[in-house]
């Protein structure tokens, strides 16, 4: 089979620009064979490569990426390990998947932290909780009003902010209201993935910049790279995120869009004055499709995420970056005004995989391949916890988290396209529209 979409590295994460320079690991050469292979260098493929290492240490584990530590989604992302869920309702399934959502992003956050200790990893670590904020009136009764309520039911800790306690705290007077919950953590996630990436143990091997473009499944797992190595293993993990149609599971099954954020310039003393002197902060937004995330880090940057769009060509454009950061400037300067002279330092693009029932890519998909794909934007915990997920049951351990994770579902097939991207311009443009307010 040839892989024909390939990620590409364009090396604009301002999350990893910001970093100290790091050497990455050579790629793969000649012809190797390992025990296992696990395939996507993301929180999934580190978190699986890490499990099965540590059920099997004699067995020899391949990790196998084709790009550097640091430039995957999961290093792209807006840094939010959230624990609470994002679908609300007060329905008696909805609060039991609400219960395991929780159980699950738990476990996600206690094995991260822990390797966050163990490993010394330098990465901004956190616990500053979040807002999650509605420009509306109408956005807090639609959005924040059913959130509350369900989080009052699941006995879950929660605090009600008003528009001017938002804006002593923030920074910014553009919120209608806010709710507070305490457990997410704030991180660097270019600084974790290259962390949890150096700190694998001795019997994983990484091999960055190593792009498959063949993969055949007789016997036996192969694949070759774009530089003409090959690799053999009898079994793999399956940890590719938005590319994974192309390997050919889950096809028709998933949905690729793409996510744009920016990061500010560190503040200046001065500016951090303006802005009320806050420690860290991060904000989600009521509608997360129209409206904004925004973090003020560690570092006085300001982060803002905004703009998902469907992109099943899995094709960044650099034109339309130049046209993002102007945007997110703008919609900076909106909502802080008392920072005239802060620019948009970098700008970057991020692939998101949803699918189009929620449900997680993970478990067996062929005698001798795991997935652990599909993390519908909340890759942070979902990416970590499918990968350890999907490495006990590959090893045939048993983890009553398996349970929930598989009582999610499947990606459910979405219907053919063209008629499929005609679906979601229009439901987007009408989604927009609708919900424009809360932008
Ligand atoms: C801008 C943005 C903001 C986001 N904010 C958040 C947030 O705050 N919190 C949160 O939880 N989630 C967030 N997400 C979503 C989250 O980043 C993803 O869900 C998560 O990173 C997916 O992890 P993963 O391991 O499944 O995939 P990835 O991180 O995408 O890893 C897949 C890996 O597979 C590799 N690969 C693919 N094809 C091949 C091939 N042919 N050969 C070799 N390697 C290959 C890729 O190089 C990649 O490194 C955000 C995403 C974006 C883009």
Redesign the pocket.
């Given at each position: 089979m040839h892989?024909k979409r390939?990620?590409r590295?364009d090396k604009t994460n301002g999350w990893n620009v910001i970093l100290p320079y790091r050497e990455p690991k050579a790629a793969l050469e000649g012809d190797v064979r390992a025990d296992w292979l696990v395939?996507?260098?993301?929180?999934?493929?580190?978190a699986a490569a890490r499990r099965l290492a540590e059920h099997q240490p004699d067995a020899s584990i391949a990790l196998?990426?084709?790009?550097e530590m640091g430039?995957?989604?999961?290093?792209?992302?807006?840094?939010?390990?959230?624990d609470i869920p994002h679908v609300t309702g007060s329905a008696q399934a909805q609060l039991d998947g609400a219960q395991r959502y929780l159980r699950m992003s738990r476990a996600a956050l206690g094995h991260l932290e822990d390797l966050v200790q163990r490993h010394d990893i330098d990465c901004d670590w956190t616990k500053t909780g979040k807002y999650q904020t509605a420009v509306t009136a109408r956005g807090k009764r639609v959005y924040l009003d059913p959130m509350a309520e369900m989080l009052a039911t699941l006995n879950e800790p929660h605090e009600w902010k008003s528009a001017d306690e938002l804006a002593a705290r923030l920074g910014t007077k553009h919120f209608h209201a806010g709710l507070y919950t305490p457990g997410c953590i704030l991180l660097n996630?270019a600084a974790l993935?290259r962390g949890l990436a150096d700190s694998l143990p001795e019997n994983v091997t990484l091999y960055e910049n190593?792009?498959?473009?063949e993969f055949t499944r007789e016997n036996g797992i192969k694949v070759r790279?774009a530089g003409g190595a090959s690799l053999f293993a009898p079994k793999m993990i399956l940890?590719?995120?938005?590319?994974t149609e192309?390997f050919g599971f889950y096809r028709m099954r998933l949905i690729p869009f793409?996510?744009?954020?920016s990061l500010t310039r560190p503040l200046s003393a001065a500016e951090h004055t303006a802005l009320g002197s806050p420690e860290p902060w991060g904000i989600t937004p009521a509608n997360a499709f129209v409206s904004i995330?925004m973090r003020y880090t560690s570092d006085r940057r300001i982060l803002i995420?905004q703009d998902i769009n469907y992109r099943p060509s899995l094709y960044v454009n650099p034109a339309e970056q130049q046209i993002v950061k102007q945007r997110h400037q703008k919609l900076f300067a909106e909502r802080f005004p008392q920072l005239p002279d802060v620019t948009m330092e970098h700008t970057?693009?991020?692939?998101?995989?949803l699918s189009y029932n929620h449900a997680p890519g993970f478990g067996r998909v062929a005698s001798n391949v795991w997935a652990?794909?599909?993390?519908?934007?909340?890759?942070?915990?979902?990416?970590t916890l499918?990968?350890l997920l999907a490495a006990d049951m590959a090893c045939e351990v048993e983890n009553p988290l398996i349970a929930d994770m598989e009582s999610i579902g499947t990606p459910c097939l979405r219907p053919p396209r063209p008629f499929f991207d005609v679906g979601v311009a229009i439901r987007n443009a009408w989604h927009n529209w609708r919900e424009g307010d809360e932008a």
């Open positions: 892989i390939l990620p590295n395939l996507g260098g993301g929180y999934a493929g580190l196998v990426d084709a790009g430039e995957s989604a999961s290093a792209r992302n807006s840094g939010f390990a959230i996630p993935t190593s792009p498959v473009i790279t940890a590719t995120n938005a590319f192309e793409h996510a744009h954020a995330t995420r970057w693009t991020g692939f998101v995989c652990a794909v599909c993390q519908n934007a909340i890759g942070v915990t979902q990416g499918s990968g």
